[in-house]
């Protein structure tokens, strides 16, 4: 791995937000740090001093301070910042060098103009919605549900229920009626927030349906607020509040309510694959100083900067991008479709915007390098310091696509994190170099390491990612898991005391990060384990493929077992035995023999999730007999029909031959 593609400048630590953190901990604490892999050693070691240093340097607002940073330093129930009370919200709308007319919310779609919010702006409609949700009864404790997409309505909602001391939750509008009311049927919301429906790309989308539908399977609701999205001279439905009478004017103060470090936030969901999706609970504080210490001291973010991440309500990056005033960075949010007209538009949004700092996923980044696209030719990036890429493992031919058309000066970050942290755990840092293929380091504060099969440290090789010391924003708890038992089981079965993630990652020397693919995916032939990233930035990286997804069947007795590959073809092409040869030589060549299919099969589309994620898992369950029902959660999927194909194909497949009876 490794060629490097961008370097610090050498005057770095005078010009970024880590470098001021550093000059702060030599005068406030007397810790001074040679290198960045000196600092972090110490930000894992020194738990205690380094989270109380970031509630410090960031001034953190309390209205009771802590008795003491960690009480109780055992995973899982780790005890953070007891005594505390504070508020996520009134950190939030700090908006910390920010005047009350400079922008701090720039908002673009598909479906309704452009709209900005001052900082001024913001505060006094997170007041008056504040004060319309008391006005309908929602105290500390209840819960407040938006059916709504990445527009302000939402982020003001997100920020007056939390000033109340109350529980957020987001869904997409684009999530079926079935995947919302599971999420929804287990923490019984008291308020729902829906937009009538959205435009993707020029396509209206009406919602008005599943809104019913959604109100009809939650007896806990009684309030429906309504937004007039689609259709902005469109009715309220029967027995709904317009968006406008929720926040009408008001005499009523902001005011912040405080609440307990631990205090739930907001409730996001696991991705639900099979069952119903975990109601992973979030706390005020942690989330509060995790994304503090991640936007400032690791993205670079502050006062000037404009921070976009093209996401939805529905995946954690959205809760992590509306964090971003905490540190006096504005938001740039963006609904709708990201291919329309063509795959140049959110770059010419970014140009548009002033983005200073443009975050996506990593399909999109090769989605376009795919489609020929040299982004600096289409708008103009010359504002752009970083570019952030998470979702999926970015391959090195992804990071040189991103210096060669996007820019050469700029910082790539490669991230990844998940929805159980909310945050990125190993990613990128003003302090280091990019490496081509490579996540740079290991994040402040995430004592991440990987572990070999019988559960020791390795270095330089693959082993299963772990966490061996609570982070802050380390779920309070899961919903309605009184015990704890279902928390337990998710994340610390495999290694008792220690955080199981559940991907595979390499460490190298210089702390350097290569995560290829989900631990329960793993590809296992002979005692060698693959990881699915390559695999498919070899097979995608051809012209004729589209999308592809890769499965190991294990064999009982030991043997290689067999390695399946699914391909989706671009329009009008089949599958041949010229194209399965090609196949079939790049991933030799690339790779290795063991990565040699041993069949490829056609199929019209790869089942993902709702946030895009491929679905190995379920498929590789329907190929071994697990009915389509019980492999995968359908209202959790992007194309459900994607399934039947893979259940038609296990079908016509020769059933394994049944062991001699001796």
């Known amino acids: 791995m490794g060629d490097v593609l961008w370097t610090p400048p050498a005057d770095v630590r005078e010009r970024s937000r880590i470098g001021a953190y550093l000059r702060w901990l030599a005068e406030h604490r007397g810790l001074e740090f040679a290198d960045y892999a000196a600092l972090w050693e110490w930000s894992v070691t020194d738990l205690d001093g380094f989270w109380r240093s970031v509630w410090d340097h960031f001034g953190v607002v309390a209205h009771i301070e802590p008795t003491a940073t960690l009480a109780d330093p055992a995973m899982p129930g780790a005890r953070w910042f007891p005594g505390a009370t504070l508020n996520y919200a009134e950190n939030v709308l700090r908006m910390p060098g920010l005047g009350d007319d400079d922008p701090v919310v720039i908002a673009h779609g598909q479906t309704r103009a452009p709209q900005t919010l001052t900082a001024a702006e ?373 290694y008792p005391g220690v955080w199981r993630h559940g991907d595979w990652i390499t460490i190298n020397e210089r702390g350097g990060c290569v995560i290829t693919g989900r631990s329960d995916a793993t590809l296992n032939r002979g005692g060698v384990r693959l990881g699915t990233a390559e695999f498919y930035s070899v097979v995608e990286g051809l012209d004729e493929v589209v999308d592809s997804v890769v499965v190991h069947l294990e064999d009982d007795e030991g043997g290689a077992g067999e390695l399946l590959l699914f391909v989706v073809l671009a329009a009008g092409l089949e599958l041949d035995d010229a194209l399965r040869k090609k196949i079939c030589r790049e991933l030799r060549t690339a790779l290795s023999p063991r990565h040699v299919p041993d069949e490829i099969h056609q199929v019209r589309a790869v089942p993902r999730t709702l946030s895009a994620k491929k679905l190995e898992v379920p498929v590789k369950k329907i190929l071994t007999g697990t009915p389509v029902d019980d492999a995968a959660a359908k209202g959790a999927l992007a194309n459900p029909e994607s399934l039947t194909a893979f259940a038609a194909f296990a079908q016509r497949r020769p059933a394994p031959e049944a062991p001699a009876r001796s």
């Not at 007896?219 to 001279?233: I, K, N, Q």
């Open 122 to 494: 913001l505060r006094e409609q997170v007041r008056r919605v504040a004060a319309g949700l008391r006005r309908l009864g929602v105290g500390p404790g209840d819960r407040v549900a938006a059916y709504a997409p990445n527009i302000p309505e939402t982020y003001v909602l997100l920020l007056a229920t939390a000033s109340l001391g109350a529980i957020f939750s987001s869904c997409a509008p684009e999530f079926g009626t079935r995947s919302v009311t599971d999420r929804w049927r287990q923490i019984e919301p008291k308020v729902l927030v829906a937009v009538d429906g959205y435009r993707y790309g020029d396509k209206p989308v009406d919602r008005r349906g599943e809104v019913a539908a959604i109100r009809a399977a939650l007896p806990s609701l009684e309030h429906t607020v309504a937004v007039a999205y689609l259709d902005p001279d469109g009715p309220a439905p029967d027995g709904a509040l317009p968006w406008a009478e929720l926040a009408a004017p008001t005499d009523e103060p902001l005011t912040f309510a405080g609440v307990p470090f631990d205090h739930p936030l907001y409730v996001l969901y696991s991705s639900g694959t099979t069952g119903l999706p975990k109601p992973i609970v979030h706390g005020h504080g942690g989330i509060l100083l995790e994304h503090l210490k991640m936007l400032a001291l690791h993205h670079d973010l502050g006062p000037g900067d404009r921070f976009f991440w093209f996401t939805t309500t529905g995946w954690m990056m959205w809760n992590f991008l509306v964090s971003a005033p905490a540190v006096g960075a504005a938001i740039v949010l963006f609904d709708g479709n990201p291919g329309h007209p063509d795959l140049g538009g959110l770059w010419r949004l970014a140009a548009e915007t002033g983005t200073t700092y443009f975050g996506t996923s990593a399909p999109f980044l090769l989605a376009c390098r795919k489609a020929g696209l040299v982004p600096r030719e289409v708008a103009d990036l010359s504002a752009l310091r970083g570019v952030g890429s998470t979702g999926a493992p970015l391959p090195a031919e992804g990071f040189t696509w991103v210096y060669e058309t996007v820019g050469t000066d700029l910082q790539l970050q490669s991230l990844s994190g998940g929805t159980d942290v909310c945050t990125g755990f190993v990613g990128g840092v003003p302090l280091l170099p990019v490496h081509a293929g490579e996540i740079t380091c290991r994040a402040l504060g995430a004592r991440v390491e990987a572990r070999s099969a019988d559960g020791t440290p390795v270095l330089g090789e693959l082993g299963e990612l772990v966490i061996t010391a609570p982070m802050p924003s380390m779920p309070v708890g899961f919903w309605n898991d009184t015990d704890g038992s279902r928390y337990r089981e998710a994340y610390f079965e495999l």
